[in-house]
């Protein structure tokens, strides 16, 4: 277990060509870089609702709105045929996969054999000593 502690500084200056000092300022908050997995999830459901709210009209629309090909939109929307737990596995970062990985799951139309297929694959990519190898 280990703790990430994160506290910010300014560089200032006198003068010109003056030598750097650091001053203690308000600690920002870095943002955490989002897997690009959960993103594609997550917009997933905003086109949903952008569809269900009669905003655009088909999956051609958001296609065009989004300067993307309509098999990428279909590749996107499919991300919400998941199971409701790997979903919320991928948005909440509990699951490190890729979106094939996901999008071969997908393919699978029963709940229990996503969940199950999913379990194998995190199993396969673990070592013995139960340490995620490095991507």
């Known amino acids: 277990m280990s703790a990430t502690v994160k506290y910010a500084f300014r560089e200032s200056r006198s003068g010109a060509g003056a030598p750097k000092r650091l001053q203690a300022g308000a600690a920002s908050s870095a943002p955490e870089k989002v897997p690009r997995v959960a993103r594609l999830l997550a917009l997933a459901h905003k086109f949903q609702r ?3 709210s009669g905003e655009v009209k088909s999956m051609a629309d958001l296609a065009r709105l989004g300067r993307v090909s309509r098999a990428r939109i279909t590749q996107i929307m499919d991300l919400l045929m ?3 737990e790997i979903q919320e596995a991928v948005l909440t970062g509990c699951v490190d996969t890729t979106v094939p990985e996901l999008l071969d799951i997908v ?19 673990t070592r013995p000593d139960g340490i995620r190898p490095a991507a």
């Open 107 to 125: 393919q699978i139309v029963d709940w229990t054999e996503q969940r199950m297929r999913l379990f194998k694959r995190l199993q396969a990519a």
């Open 50 to 52: 952008m569809l269900d």
């Open 82 to 84: 998941l199971a409701p």
